[in-house]
């Protein structure tokens, strides 16, 4: 107790941050009586906030194991060392912020820092998407980019996202975040930080975004839609309280499609994300208010954006009322809009590798290449060659020549002018998902995810899986297992990947931001005519099953 006390008065005395400094001073005085107290103070300095390829992400507060100025402060000092012994004395750093609790305290403190290192920073407006920072990057030539959010997050984090450009990096990292070496390297210099507030930050040296930047990010992605005339389809759109309902109109009427109707009441930022209890749109009942609204006012389709825009969800009708997409079906549309638009540049598709494999079948059968890539969009932006690239957690890169990222407000604009152009031949999405199920065989996905109390749990539950392995899934004998820690066409990673005689997959690792267990389902059904979608179902409701059975984890969902 005595040292921790220390070290909590320690940090305190140097956080430049008056209301951060007198909650943890109250914290420090309730500790002495108050168990409860001591805990929570035992849990905000269990460590600094670790710095890795995301960046920093956590709950805003007080201590060195939280998000706020002083963690930034110091983050950004190592930050600035890396780019003055990588790049030089004369780097410039785009900086950007959306509209979570703390995001414009960090984002000042920052650019103050980068300016204090004799660096040049490049603010953008604050509370904009991320896919604008990680367009400003590339189109500025800078050398790096901040972005502070935490995406999709619960309400109480916020984060820190590390992108490299210019000079600090090779051409197929250019504007992506950063990867191994750079995070480790970064990280050393933020431990040999001095403290907060002995680290210089200055005002001279930050320039203010010429809004013609984000001009012209709305006008490349309106660009995605090329017909002259106005669409007729009927977009439903919410942005889930994030930064990105007023970005995402713009983008919807400048590409020619003006029948938008946001969901007024997550259409504004709200740090609390008062209207859903987890702000992102995968999780069920997010979509609820957009799809009655949908309903009401008979639209084509619902468009979802997390939090900082950049993952896109969709939902369209169907004979059994309202669905949403999965991010694998999402995928395989826009990976075969890409394949089909020989106007783009690049000539591969890649995907995670817990993604489906069909996109691999889709550039296959158009006579371009495939890569699969570890998760992240930090290894699927940096393909060289790339044309499309995505993850089954509702990530797309329809653009990499000019937004090496993610970028939800892409997406919306590439799936709402192929819904558009779908309708106009009497077709759905629907329709063309089932026309690639014959082509290529019906390629259904499904996660079951395991929460922990014990993260020992997960590392136990990987190695048990190691020592007896699986031989059977549904029946099939599993005929091939791959483990990624073993490295091979990959980096090392801890996943494991089961491959059956039928064709199923099953891809097992932990988590890298939450205390889960993923797990991965895909089933291969070959089709002709009718599409076996129940069959599919049934068959994956089977493999999960017997993996819940197998791992004996509790809070599967």
Known sequence: MTDLVARARRWRDHDPDPVTRAELDALITAAAADPRARAELADRFAGPLQFGTAGLRGPVGAGESRMNVAVVTRATAGLAHYLRDVVGPDARVVLGCDARRGSSAFAEAAAGVLAGAGLGVLALPQRLPTPVTAYAIRATGADAAV??????NPAADNGYKVYLGGRATDVDGAGVQIVPPADAEIAARIAAAPAADRIRRAAAGITAADPALLEDYLDRVAGYRDARTPARVRVVLTALHGVGGAVAVRALHRAGIPDVHPVVEQFDPDPDFPSVPFPNP?????????????ERIGADVVIALDPDADRCSAAVPSAAGWRQLTGDEIGALLGQQAAADDRRDGDTLAASVVSSRLLGRIAAAHGLRSAVTLTGFKWIARVPGLRFGYEEAIGYCTDPAAVRDKDGIGAM?????????????GRTV?????????????????????????????AATMALLRARGIATLAGSPVTATRDLADGGPLPPTDALIYLTAAGDRLIVRPSGTEPKLKCYLEAVLPCSGRVPHAAAADRLAEIGDEVTALLGLGGAG
């Open 147 to 152: 972005m502070i959010t935490a995406s999709h």
């Open 413 to 425: 604009i590439r799936l709402v002018t192929l819904v558009d152009e779908l309708a106009a031949g």
């Open 282 to 294: 995968e999780e069920p009942g997010a979509l609820d208010l957009a799809v009655r609204q949908a």
């Open 430 to 458: 629907l329709d063309l998902l089932d026309e690639l199920a014959r082509r290529h065989g019906l390629h259904a996905t499904a996660a079951r995810n395991f929460r922990v109390s014990d993260v020992a749990d997960i």
